[in-house]
Nanobody, 131 residues
């Protein structure tokens, strides 16, 4: 069974950068797409980026496109999210999760409809963007 653990969050000023890591243990990591989600009390949990199992395809929500970059290293069983030009509205708890394919919609309000098949949730890592 695959387990995922997020790390790399913290407090950063607007315009700053952070690199989140999603470390996997167990079997089958290279067989799964991995998505990054973020959660706030106002919006709930929603997907912001995803990378295919091979790493050949990446997708982003419009809210992070051009600022965030997802990547993976299957040899190290890890997925990364490089976050640049951070804004206060990026403040959230960030999670990674697995599924057989990436979502069809990002920043969606209906978690169960679009992301209900994702699993292996970790405890998340908090990102706070504030001056």
């Amino acid at each position: 069974q695959l387990q995922l653990v997020e790390s790399g969050g913290g407090l950063v000023q607007p315009g700053g950068s952070l690199r989140l890591s999603c470390a996997a243990s167990g079997d089958g990591f290279k067989n799964y797409a991995i998505a990054w989600f973020r959660q706030t009390p106002e919006k709930g949990r929603t997907a912001i980026s995803c990378i295919s199992a091979s790493g050949g395809r990446t997708n982003y929500a419009d809210s992070v496109k051009g600022r965030f970059t997802i990547s993976r290293d299957n040899a190290k069983n890890a997925v990364y999210l490089q976050m640049n030009s951070l804004k206060p509205e990026d403040t959230a708890a960030y999670y990674c999760a697995k599924d057989l394919s990436c979502p069809s919609l990002y920043d969606a309000d209906d978690f169960h409809l679009y992301y209900g098949t994702f699993g292996s949730w970790g405890w998340g890592t908090q990102v706070t963007v504030s001056s």
